[in-house]
């Protein structure tokens, strides 16, 4: 329970209480200034509590979004003011600030306006305080008769809830998502409220619809394919749905955000699975290619994620590139066009479901892996051009996110910690080089060369020079993406030249699990929680030892055996990411971290 306190006698007619009580707070009403802080020190401290102008006129919508997004420590609209717990000392400071009782004299503020002037007072004593844009939602303190007549009709003039909606749906969207879900899927979000689901349990109902179809497509019959695309298309539109439920109806948590990019990765992985299950039943052994699926797609997100953490808050990033992107963003078919492009989780999984249902799980792999290195080889273009082009001082704080992201283990730290000063080529030449060779020997020799162990020993010493000093140059986030390109692509490598069945599914299982942990790196940061722990790290071997690892196996174990060791490995690092990311997410919504809700892009 939250609770409301009202400054001022209530204004006759006025709906604000039942409005206030609608949102979930119990209201008390202060009749002068001493009666608002005696109030509020009754509030149970672990409440959210607000302080709201009696005379306020405006939509419901709006007090809903300035006084419920759980986002946000403190945030105001026009007479009203609200604080969670951590921000309560802020509050009460701020309100006795306001009052003068902080300093034993008196006030000629008269109580109603208390709410806008304890809102000034906590940002001026630096607190963020947050002040949703309402757009064409009223918010305002009539000061007389007139201007609140006509301030009710201002609110008679605009329907909150049709705004309400409208804005329940992502703001940048990819074009397929626009135009061919969200027109109904936003109506699900809203049945969806009013029946009292949450996004996460319709995140997890995605998830099983997903599960599901990668089940039909694992049965390799026509019937199969079709319903198998089918029920992709409906887990995306679930997909879409949960994210707006959570908008409408301002549910976020650091829970929720976990587990809707988490299942969204399971849910397109697990359907590659299912192809490839469903080509095996008629014959066709496509593994290879949904591995190589998964291994561009994870790495066009760690480009993503480099990118952005890289530039998440370096100062005088501007660019003529970047100039460049913005003028064709001010052009509408190029925005489309551009958005399509990179081919976003909307426009992916429209091509997926429909080729599964028309043609082969073969022919829709190819297309896909023809689809994603156009998409690949556009945005990561771009971004290197925006690099090399913008003057831009990264921070520590960009240099840590990446060496987080990089994921070395203890063989390549052993090597950085050298700092070896004659080796200053720059950190992503070393991180490509070492990737090129173990890559290249796995795919250019046969099963078992011990080529293949001299050319992982050097990816771990260019692997601990690259990172040897903090990442800080233009082109360094690219450093992260070499290294999981060089892991899974070796991984791949080596169990297609095993050429035993079993071995690119054992494969696929391992670069499952080290992905899963790659992606939980990336929303921990995301959520200004750090990396995952490093004892985590080095249980798994950083990227460098499991690459080692999986070298040794292909060089001293026969191809049976080196399929029974993938899968030993895959389960054992599973095994450990799961139950620590669990353990520590679990933890983290049970102690009330701060509500996650990243738009992020369209991926």
């Given amino acids: 329970m939250s609770t409301a306190i009202l400054t001022g006698q209530p204004v006759p007619g006025s709906p604000l209480e039942g409005d206030l009580r609608s949102l ?26 607000a302080i709201v102008d009696a005379r306020f006129v405006g939509h419901v919508h709006a007090l809903r979004l300035g006084l419920t997004d759980p986002r946000f420590a403190a945030s105001a609209v026009p007479g009203a003011v609200t604080a969670q717990p951590e921000a309560r ?36 004593e630096g ?24 301030a009710r009709q201002a609110v008679a003039a605009v329907d909150d809830e049709a705004v309400r909606l409208r804005t329940a749906v992502k703001s940048r969207d990819g074009f397929f998502t626009t135009y061919c879900i969200s027109p109904y899927s936003r109506y699900i979000a809203r049945w969806c409220a009013r029946r009292g689901l949450t ?79 469903g080509a095996a039943r008629g014959g066709d052994d496509v593994w290879a290619l949904a591995l190589g699926a998964m291994v561009l797609q994870t790495c066009r997100h760690v480009v993503d994620f480099s990118f952005n953490e890289a530039n998440h808050d370096a100062t005088a990033n501007t660019s003529p590139t970047a100039a460049l992107s913005d003028k064709l963003d001010s052009v509408g078919w190029t925005v489309w066009l551009r958005r399509m492009i990179v081919l976003p989780i909307g426009e992916r999984w429209a091509l ?59 063989l390549a730290s052993a090597f950085a910690a050298l700092k070896l000063g004659g080796l200053s080529l720059p950190a992503p030449v070393l991180a490509f080089a070492g990737g090129a060779v173990v890559a290249c020997v796995a795919g250019f020799t046969s099963y078992g060369s011990p080529w ?93 030892g499991r690459t080692l690892a999986v070298a040794l196996a292909a060089v001293l174990l026969t191809d049976t055996d080196f399929t029974v060791a993938l899968t030993v490995l895959a389960v054992a690092v599973a095994l450990v990411v799961l139950v620590e990311s669990i353990r520590y997410w679990v933890t983290a919504h049970k102690r009330g971290a701060p509500a996650v809700h990243d738009e992020g892009e369209p991926a």
């Fill in 452 to 544: 293949v162990i001299v050319a992982a020993v050097i990816y771990v010493v260019t692997s601990g020079l690259a990172v040897a000093r903090p990442l800080k140059g233009a082109l360094d986030w690219l450093v992260p993406p070499f290294f999981r390109a060089a892991e899974y692509g070796t991984i791949l490598l080596l169990a297609a030249k095993a050429d035993v069945n079993g071995a690119l599914p054992a494969a696929f299982g391992l670069v499952s699990a080290v992905a899963y942990h790659h992606y939980d790196t990336v929303y921990r940061i995301r959520g200004d929680a750090g990396a995952p722990p490093h004892w985590l790290v080095r249980a798994i071997g950083g990227h460098e």
């Fill in 127 to 150: 607190r963020a305080l947050h002040r949703p844009d309402l757009g064409t939602l009223v918010a305002t303190v009539p000061s007389d008769p007139q201007t609140r007549n006509e």
């Fill in 89 to 124: 000392p802020d509050l009460t400071r701020a309100l006795r600030a306001t009052t003068g009782s902080g300093n034993g004299g008196g006030s000629a503020l008269t109580v109603e306006a208390i709410a806008d002037h304890v809102a000034e007072e906590i940002e001026a």
């Fill in 352 to 410: 997926i479901a429909v080729l599964t249902a028309v043609t082969t799980p073969r022919i829709t792999l190819v297309v896909l892996l023809i689809g994603c290195a156009l998409a690949a080889c556009y945005t990561t273009a771009g971004r290197v051009l925006r690099s090399l082009t913008r003057r831009a001082t990264r921070t520590d704080r960009a240099a840590q996110a990446l060496a987080d992201l990089a994921d070395t283990g203890p």
């Fill in 199 to 277: 996004p996460n349990q319709v995140t997890t109902a995605s998830l099983l619809v997903a599960l599901i179809a990668a089940g039909c497509a694992a049965t390799g019959t026509r019937a199969g394919f079709v319903a198998a695309g089918l029920l992709l298309l409906f887990s995306f539109v679930l997909d879409c749905t949960d994210g707006q439920l959570a908008r409408y109806s301002l549910q976020y948590s650091t829970l929720g955000a976990w587990l809707d990019a988490t299942f969204d990765r399971a849910k397109e992985y697990a359907y590659y699975a299912g192809l490839a299950l």
């Fill in 24 to 49: 979930g707070f119990d209201v008390r009403v202060a009749s002068d200034a001493a009666d608002t802080e005696t109030l509020l020190r009754a509030v149970p401290e672990g409440q959210r509590v």
